[in-house]
C-alpha cells in the first residue's frame, strides 16, 4: 500500500488524536504532534512496518508514539516563572528580558556564554570549585578554608582562571 494512501485512510483519525493530545501539551502545538506523527508514519512506512497492518493498528500506533514523545519532551523541559530567581546567577529571567538595551542584553548572553565555556571545557576540578566558591560569595581565605588549601593557593588558582578567562576572551594570555 502507498504511503498516501495510507496517510489519506487515517488523517480525520490523525487529526483526532493531535487535537486531543494538544489540549494536554504547552509545549507542542496540534500542527506540531501531526507532522510528529506523520514523521513516525513515515519512518514506520520506509522499514516496512505497515504493510500487513489496518487503519486502527496504525492510528493507534501513532497515539503511543505522541504520548511517548509529550512525555519524553515534558521530562526534559521545565517550565519557569519570569519572577522566579535563576540559582546559577542569581538574575531572575524578568531582570534579564528588561535589559535597558539590546547590547546590554547580548554583553549579558556572551559572559555567560564565556562563563559557561570556561567553566565547561576550560577549568581543571580545582579552579571550578574555586571558582564556584567565589560566585557564591566568599573570601579567598574563607574558600581555603573549606577548600583545605592556604589562601596563597587560593590565589593563584584565580589568577590561573583569570589567565583562562582572559585567553577565551581575547584568544591570547595576558600573564595574569
Known sequence: MEFEL???KIDSRLRAITHKLSRWSVL??????YQEALLHLWNRYQAGELEDKNESYIAQSCYFHLRNCL????KKVSLRSLSEGNSDDGYELEDILSLTTQESSYEYIDAR?????????GLTRREKEVCALFLEGLTVRQIG???GISHVRVVKIKNNIKSKYSY????????V
Open 145 to 147: 578554608e573549606r577548600l
Open 168 to 175: 577565551l576572551i581575547t584568544g591570547r594570555s595576558d600573564g
Open 6 to 8: 495510507i496517510r489519506t
Open 28 to 33: 507542542m502545538s496540534e500542527d506540531d504532534l
Open 113 to 121: 556564554l564565556v562563563v559557561d565555556s570556561l567553566m565547561n571545557n
Open 71 to 74: 512525555r519524553t519532551i515534558e
